[in-house]
């Protein structure tokens, strides 16, 4: 199942996520030690960063119940704070992407997404032709 959202496509079977011409791969990935991730830690952060791309906003606590709302044991004592690590972990991959991570605190709760990066080269390009037409 392939999803495109917002200009960034995930497909689901192939564990992949592709942006402005990057990929990148969370099956059978390495560290950058070259120690093999476990395949259950690459689920979680495909994810994860699923999440914070479909999800317009989640706090660490919905992210935390999105992973764990099927283990028996309900997951890690650590909880939200664990995935804040992953979070931080996976910023390579995220800058890789040409995505920057949003935050937005809401009665004290922060919600966090991952958004397309806007360049200022590109807003100027986008305003390029602007001029002409309001001299006219």
Same mark, same amino acid.
């Given at each position: ?6 200009? +960034? ?42 999440? !914070?791309? !479909? ?20 997951? @890690? !004592?650590?909880? @939200? ?24 605190? +809401? ?6 997404? !991952? ?22």
């Amino acid at each position: 199942m392939t999803i495109r959202y917002n200009g +960034i496509t995930i497909n689901r079977e192939r564990r992949t996520i592709a942006h402005r011409g990057q990929f990148a791969v969370f099956a059978g990935a390495r560290s950058e030690a070259s120690k093999p991730i476990p395949e259950r830690e690459e689920s979680r952060r495909f994810k994860i960063a699923c999440q !914070l791309i !479909l999800g317009s906003g989640a706090s660490m606590q919905q992210i935390f119940w999105h992973l764990y709302a099927d283990d028996p044991d309900g997951g @890690p !004592l650590e909880g @939200p704070h664990l995935i804040h690590i992953v979070m931080c972990q996976m910023k390579p991959v995220f800058d890789k992407l040409d995505l920057t991570m949003r935050s937005v605190k +809401i009665a004290g709760v922060s919600y966090y997404e !991952l958004v397309p990066v806007f360049h200022v080269a590109w807003i100027g390009q986008a305003f390029k032709g602007k001029d002409d037409v309001a001299k006219r």
